[in-house]
């Protein structure tokens, strides 16, 4: 069974750190790449950051980028979100995703984990 469990959510202030993590499991993620979208309410679901499982191959969304970091961990089976100087406009439900190959769908997914930044 292919699974993504997201942890690492949780209340933070505005100029905080939090780093977000995904393990996958279920079958091997190699040829894969990870994704990291985020949902907040009223809006639609954006992605944030993208990696192929090798580590290289990164995109990030202009909105989080030079504060936002991902990366993979083949030991750990692990991808990770770190998410410093955080705003309030940071505050979603951040979702881990994983698709095969640059031109494939977003198909599996993550339950999601709450990040929420106040002032």
């Known amino acids: 069974q292919v699974q993504l469990v997201e942890s690492g959510g949780g209340l933070v202030q505005a100029g905080d750190s939090l780093r977000l993590s995904c393990v996958v499991s279920?079958?091997?993620?190699?040829?894969?790449?990870m994704g990291w979208f985020r949902q907040a309410p009223g809006q639609e679901r954006e992605l944030v950051a993208r990696i192929h499982w090798s580590g290289g191959r990164t995109f990030y969304a202009d909105s989080v980028k030079g504060r936002f970091t991902i990366s993979t961990d083949n030991a750990k089976n692990t991808v990770w979100l770190q998410m410093i100087n955080l705003k309030l406009e940071d505050t979603a439900v951040y979702y881990c995703?994983?698709?095969?190959?640059?031109?494939?769908?977003?198909?599996?997914w993550g339950q999601g984990t709450q990040v929420t930044v106040s002032s």
């Open positions: 995703a994983a698709k095969l190959g640059v031109g494939g769908r977003w198909d599996i």
């Open positions: 279920g079958r091997t993620f190699s040829n894969y790449y």
